[in-house]
């Protein structure tokens, strides 16, 4: 591909040389003169002088050079991750269905699906048009899976699940077990019974070795566009809004919810009934005490969760324990020295 056809795809402007052809993407310091490279921050501008990237994608601040070509974006990561899957297209989905698959009854297939070998699914489930269901998939009953699904290898879905257009799901999910309920009776826990549903919503991406667990009664719900990393767990009737980010090994304890373009990082841990108001932010290993609201646009941090500011200041005073403790014995020396006198 030639500079000049990739700005044009990107819908952006290029300058220098537009017929130089590219042949891939490459970090900074490691492209090549067929490669494209981005520069999306202050370390990586400083970086740029010393690459030897044919070309590059830039802020549209980026002052003109003598001697390289360069494509102009105003949000050059995302034009980068563009370029990306123009350079590296996604493996083309072969409709069919594998010999050693196993098919319930009263099965929905529609056209072009894909099922890899050793897949099973339940009874009276619906695939969608173009869907793909990995090697050693198993589908419960009265699964919907929608339009362009992918599931891949070995991920499991309890019955009455319902599944978005485009979805993604990596390997090891499981989708629909049980919530973690008991009831205490005559001194020993009894299963309080999960009969509950999970509805994940359009383009969820589901990473690898994540569970959602299913209602105790009700919905577990997943909404629209919300990307979940590899080792989270959402527990029972739990609400999770759209276009939510949430980092691996963050767990959701039953009843939480977590509105809209909510940013959560990892190892982050969520009490019971915990509220995470829209576009707040969750810093990486925080956690969330039981019913705690935090606030639409807040920044929390540290454990239990409290604002970044906060939390900042609490970290500094900290730091000064040590010197504080010198003080105070000198302090407690000198009072002595003054009862003797």
């Not at 339009?147 to 290898?153: D, M, P, Q, S, Y």
């Not at 390997?171 to 001194?187: L, R, T």
Request: proline content about 4%; some cysteine.
């Amino acid at each position: 591909m030639r500079v000049r056809e990739l700005a044009e795809w990107l819908g952006a402007t290029f300058e220098g040389d537009g017929e130089k052809e590219l042949a891939g993407v490459a970090p900074l310091d490691t492209a090549g003169d067929a490669d494209v490279a981005f520069v999306g921050n202050r370390k990586a501008a400083l970086q740029a002088a010393s690459s030897a990237a044919g070309c590059l994608i830039v802020p549209m601040e980026w002052p003109s050079p003598s001697d390289r070509t360069i494509v102009r974006a105003a949000e050059p990561r995302t034009a980068f991750a563009r370029a990306l899957s123009r350079f590296h297209p996604t493996a083309e989905i072969l409709p069919g269905i594998a010999p050693s698959a196993v098919i319930g009854k009263d099965v929905q297939l529609a056209a072009t699906v894909s099922i890899g070998p050793l897949a099973v699914i339940g009874d009276g489930t619906r695939i969608g048009v173009s869907a793909s269901i990995g090697a050693g998939c198993v589908i419960g009953k009265r699964v919907n899976l929608a339009e362009g699904c992918v599931l891949h290898a070995n991920v499991t879905i309890y019955d009455n699940v319902d599944i978005g257009r485009g979805a993604v799901l990596h390997s090891g999910c499981v989708i629909g077990a049980d919530g973690f309920g008991y009831v205490m009776e005559d001194g020993r826990w009894n299963k309080f019974p999960q009969v509950g549903r999970v509805e994940i919503g359009d383009f969820v991406e589901i990473g690898a070795n994540s569970c959602v667990d299913r209602a105790a009664l009700g919905v577990t719900s997943i909404g629209e566009g919300t990307k979940l990393d590899n080792m989270v767990h959402v527990g029972h009737n739990c609400r999770i809004g759209k276009h939510v980010v949430v980092a691996a090994q963050t767990g959701f304890s039953g009843g939480v919810v977590v509105e809209d373009y909510a940013i959560i990082g990892g190892q982050v841990g969520i009490g019971d009934k915990a509220r995470i108001e829209s576009r707040a932010v969750l810093g990486s290993g925080c956690g969330v005490l039981t019913s705690k609201i935090v606030r639409s646009g807040e920044t929390v941090w540290g454990t239990p969760a409290r604002p970044l500011r906060q939390h900042l200041e609490q970290l500094a005073n900290l730091a000064r324990l040590p010197e504080f403790r010198k003080q105070l014995t000198e302090i407690k020396r000198r009072l002595a020295q003054l009862e003797q006198e």
